[in-house]
């Protein structure tokens, strides 16, 4: 009787949610809880702190400037050393900064500098972090299912981010943000013990190479020989680059001067939360065949936002339009990582993501930094719709490129034989198509 009960129960997980993935899973949803909450405490932890537009664009930057220069070393050591441990090891220093950094704040003795310090330990954490993760997600999923597999993990992610967004801008609101803070340095622990159970057992043992030196020149030769992936990645250095200061410096400050303040904030990046939801749930259906053209298309209304707060639209209108961008930006997502998973070998899938994740973060600590001098300089209106107006351009030019326009989904079994024999499998192409498109990644939100 009890193996029959059990029986139905063990075969609700799908076969493609192995222990790894949920392990990962479960993770990611601790972290998205607390750090879409961080997100809008720390800058209201600025504000409480006597700073300015300035101060908020110089702590995004202190944050981003490690992360864009470590990420490489932290590809290599990725696809050098076990990734489990790396990020135990990074979850651990973010778990570390953001309690001195709610320890600080819950005492009224925060200062700028200390701030940028905090934010600057728990970036360089994330860049080790990052393609340690990526790298690891990968591994942890193969068959047909792989999309599937991404979409239910983003939605998970990005669910979580919704409670994380919503609750965090009424906490601030109702305790402060010091323990929106705490919570946050409490998610990062309790990610780290998940993460430490991981079993990488089943993962072929990685070749130590050259030295680290060799490691990133394979990575890098691994980048730059798929115009796909240079091009998509030089778009979302100014699209993140963009998206950053909007998030970080512009909405912030047109929710304290036009909507009331930040619980409206947190509802707009809510909306944004739910719409990536819906975007993962189509994905979870839709297997677009030119993955690349749809994504990329999908890019478009990540301007909106912008052009939102440049209105300003009200809070309700806001919410709508973080929602579309949201549904978009997954859209795009899900088809980078399955091109992504379809395309590059899996011992040097951390790598790739960290030149990746390097040029798609490059511009984020100028952008940030500039945020407010721009805004002086230009004024806030002028700023969001410049922001608006480049995000749109530089997109239009992507799609000039032909391997964006007609990489192919291929089966599954193709790529798995050309990866099983240790070489870069070539993209089919679209009718129409150059002989030698190769496939694309893409930024995963």
């Known amino acids: 009787m009890t193996k029959r009960s059990a029986s139905p129960r063990a075969t609700r997980r799908p076969a493609w949610a192995g222990r790894n993935y949920v392990l990962l899973t479960a993770a990611t949803i601790v972290t998205s809880l607390g750090a879409n909450g961080a997100l809008i405490a720390t800058t209201w932890a600025v504000f409480e702190s006597g700073g300015d537009a300035g101060d908020v664009g110089l702590v995004a ?7 864009v220069l470590f990420l490489l070393i ?72 792989a999309s599937r597999a991404f979409a239910f993990y983003r939605m998970a992610m990005h669910g979580a981010g919704i409670g994380g967004a919503a609750l965090g801008g009424a906490l601030v609101a109702f305790v402060g943000a010091g323990w929106v803070l705490a919570v946050d340095a409490a998610a990062f622990a309790v990610a780290a013990a998940l993460r430490a159970f991981l079993d990488v057992s089943g993962i072929p043992e990685r070749k130590p190479g050259g030295g680290l030196l060799s490691d990133l020149r394979e990575g890098w030769q691994e980048f730059v020989g798929r115009p796909w992936l240079w091009s998509i990645v030089a778009q979302f250095s100014v699209v993140v680059g963009l998206i950053g200061a909007v998030e970080s410096v512009y909405g912030p400050l047109v929710a304290r001067d036009e ?21 993962a749930i189509l994905m979870t259906r839709w297997k677009p065949r030119r993955m690349l ?23 309700i209108g806001l919410t709508a339009v973080m929602f579309a961008s949201g549904v978009a930006m997954e859209i795009f997502g899900v088809s980078w990582m399955t091109t992504l998973h379809q395309e590059i070998p899996e011992e040097k899938l951390s790598r790739v993501s960290a030149y990746d994740w390097f040029g798609s973060t490059a511009l984020l600590p100028l952008t940030t930094a500039l945020a407010g001098p ?18 749109t351009l530089v997109t239009a030019l992507v799609l000039l490129v032909p391997d964006v326009r007609n990489l192919t989904r291929r089966p599954h079994r193709e790529g798995a034989a050309a990866a099983a024999g240790g ?7 679209a009718q129409g198509a150059s002989a030698d498109a190769e496939g694309a990644l893409g930024r995963h939100g």
Do not use: K
Request: proline share 7%.
């Open 374 to 391: 721009s805004e002086t300089a230009f004024g806030r209106t002028a700023s969001l719709w410049g922001a608006a107006a480049l995000m």
């Open 293 to 315: 053209l749809v994504g990329t298309l999908g890019v478009f209304p990540i301007a909106l936002p912008s052009a939102a707060l440049a209105v300003p639209l009200p809070a």
């Open 61 to 67: 930057m202190a944050r981003f400037l490690p992360l």
């Open 259 to 279: 909507l009331g303040g930040a619980r409206p904030w947190g509802i707009a990046l809510a909306g944004y939360g739910v719409g990536t939801v819906v975007g």
């Open 423 to 429: 070489t870069t499998p070539a993209a089919v192409p």
């Open 74 to 145: 932290g590809g290599a050591v990725a696809d050098r050393f076990p990734r489990h441990r790396v990020m135990v090891a990074a979850n651990t220093m973010n778990f570390v900064s953001q309690a001195v950094f709610a320890a600080l704040v819950l005492s009224g003795t925060a200062e700028i500098w200390q701030m940028m310090v905090l934010t600057g330990l728990c970036g360089a954490g994330q860049a080790f972090f990052n393609p340690a993760a990526e790298g690891m997600l990968m591994s942890s999923v193969s068959g047909e299912q």
